[in-house]
Each structure stands twice: as C-alpha cells, then as structure tokens.
C-alpha cells in the first residue's frame, strides 16, 4: 500500500473520444487505451477512488450531425451508443492491467453493462473498482460535459480531471498561436464570461453551483493523472476562488 499522500479521495476523469486516437482522428488507438489504463492503475494504488467519463467523439458528434440536418435527439442518441462503445474497450484495457472495473450505461443495454443506479455505482466505488458511466446522460442536448459535472456531483466526487492534448487552458489555442498563455487558476465566472472551450456553460454552471473544482491537464504526459491527484500544479485549476493568473 503507497504511503503517499493524496490531495484528493475520489475524482472523476472525464476523457474526450478524441483522447482514445492518435491524432483526433476516428476509431481507437490501442497503445492509447494502453497508457490511460496504466496511469488510472497507478492511481488506484494510491487508494484513489476512480470514475470515468468518456465521449463518443472519435465515432459519432451528434451535434456535427443535427448542424447537418439530422434529428438532434436521433444524433444525440446515436453519440450516446458510441460513448458506450469507448467505455467497453477503455474496461477491457483497465481489466488487463488487474484494474476492476463496471460499466454503468444511462441507456439500459444490461447484456454489455449495468444500468446506472447511484447507490450502486457509490458501493463499486468504495469496493476499489473503477467505475465508467456510459450513453452520457441517457437524454439529447445535454453533453457528456454535463454529464461528468452531474455524475460528479451524484457521487460525491471532489474534482473533475479534464484530460486534454494541451497542458491546460490557454487564452488562445495553442496549436494556431504559439505565444497563447496558460492560466494557472480561473474562476467558473471567468470561464463564462471570457467563452474558454473548457466544458460546456451548463456543465460549468453545474460545477459553480456546487463549488465543484474542475482541473484541466494533458493527458499525453504520462503520469500527469497521478501528480493531480498528488496535488502537484499540474494544469489549469477552475473554482470559486478569486486569485487568478497565468503562466510565465
């Protein structure tokens, strides 16, 4: 049993579809899956209690879809089957690290995975399996951001990860300008106000409500889940206070 002292007992890591390829690209990276097992690993053997959420992004944006002519509730649907898709695959690596894991779906599907029932997916928490929400909140226009702040909240979660390509939040994105800033710390208002891509505003105003922090950090460096949960300065840290500023 590690020793090390943790900042935070239970989180919620909320990973996009794009997390799980290569380059943003469709379908899903192997070796990708590979490293997010092994670093969720890492941190259940501190005794960290581990939720999941994922997006379908990488198959289905049902949002792209609706803007293109389809019903919005049908693609919304459809996102939600893909993020089941993500959430099987994503178990299967954990499980071949030794990691125990559920799959909780909003949408009842109960040959591939468990309906969600908070008490119960609370009850797998406290037993040290990893749980994976799946079908986001089994309802259209609301998106998997808002459902990571709501099953967050439901759970009792301490802070939502927000796995990102990029160390953080920036005031500009990065890959088109290279002199963006990072911010080191913001507020939910700020986040608002400013329109920062970080989450959606219902699931920011769902954080802000709650005063439920919100840390956003690159997954691609490994070992990054764990020095959060460490509480290393790792990324960009979004809540309540009102000391806010921005990297060198």
Do not use: W
């Amino acid at each position: 049993m590690s020793r090390q002292r943790v900042k935070y007992q239970r989180i919620l890591l909320k990973l996009s579809g794009e997390a799980l390829t290569n380059d943003g690209g469709f379908g899903i990276d192997p070796d990708i899956l590979v490293s997010i097992a092994k670093q969720v690993k890492e941190v259940r053997e501190l005794n960290v209690e581990v939720a999941i959420i994922v997006g379908g992004g990488n198959f289905f944006r049902g949002l792209a879809a609706s803007a293109k002519g389809m019903d919005r509730a049908t693609a919304d649907y459809i996102g939600m089957l893909a993020t089941v898709m993500n959430s099987l695959a994503l178990q299967d690596a954990l499980e071949r690290k030794g990691v125990f894991t559920r799959v909780q779906s909003a949408i009842n599907m109960q040959e591939v995975a468990e309906p969600y029932i908070r008490r119960r997916a609370i009850r797998h928490l406290e037993k040290g399996r990893v749980v994976i929400f799946a079908a986001g909140t089994g309802n259209p226009y609301f998106s998997t951001d808002t459902a990571a702040a709501l099953r967050a909240l439901e759970i009792g979660a301490e802070v939502i990860l927000k796995a990102t390509k990029v160390d953080g939040v920036y005031d500009a994105d990065p890959m088109k300008y290279p002199n963006a800033k990072l911010f080191n710390r913001l507020s939910y208002l700020e986040v608002l106000q400013r329109g920062l891509q970080v989450m959606d505003s219902t699931a920011i105003s769902l954080c802000m409500d709650n005063m439920l922090p919100l840390i956003v950090f690159n997954l691609r460096k490994e070992g990054n889940i764990k020095n959060v949960v460490l509480g290393k300065p790792i990324g960009t840290l979004i809540d309540g206070g009102e000391q806010n500023g921005r990297s060198a």
